[in-house]
Nanobody, 116 residues
Framework: VQLQAFGGGLVHVGGYLRLSCAAS????????MGWYRQAPGKQRELVAR???????IHADSVKGRFTISRDNAKKSVSLQMNGLKPEDTAVYYC???????????WGQGTLVTVSS
């Protein structure tokens, strides 16, 4: 199983980035997908999740700025991040959680840095 996240980088305040996560080795359509982030000295927190049927939730801190989406044919999940703020600086992790078993997988993380 591999979750390969990419798209992170350095951006100025108010800028945008699009993160993507490519999954392999799983029956993608049976998994709820999510993006989490962990800032220095803080606990990992949920950013957004999308269920296998496309229902989404977004953390209050990113509502209206970030949008999660998935492409089942490409086995990928994306996070469009607009209006970035310094407090969005973190390592962003892709997560795959099975809707039919206890399988739960994490990607390696991609760093997003927002400079003021």
């Amino acid at each position: 199983v591999q979750l390969q996240a990419f798209g992170g980088g350095l951006v100025h305040v108010g800028g945008y980035l699009r993160l993507s996560c490519a999954a392999s080795g799983i029956a993608f359509g049976l998994y709820d997908m999510g993006w989490y982030r962990q800032a220095p000295g803080k606990q990992r927190e949920l950013v957004a999740r999308i269920t296998r049927d496309g229902s989404t939730i977004h953390a209050d801190s990113v509502k209206g700025r970030f949008t999660i989406s998935r492409d089942n044919a490409k086995k990928s999940v994306s996070l469009q991040m607009n209006g970035l703020k310094p407090e969005d600086t973190a390592v962003y992790y892709c997560n795959a959680r099975s809707a039919v078993s206890s399988n739960d997988y994490w990607g390696q993380g991609t760093l997003v840095t927002v400079s003021s």
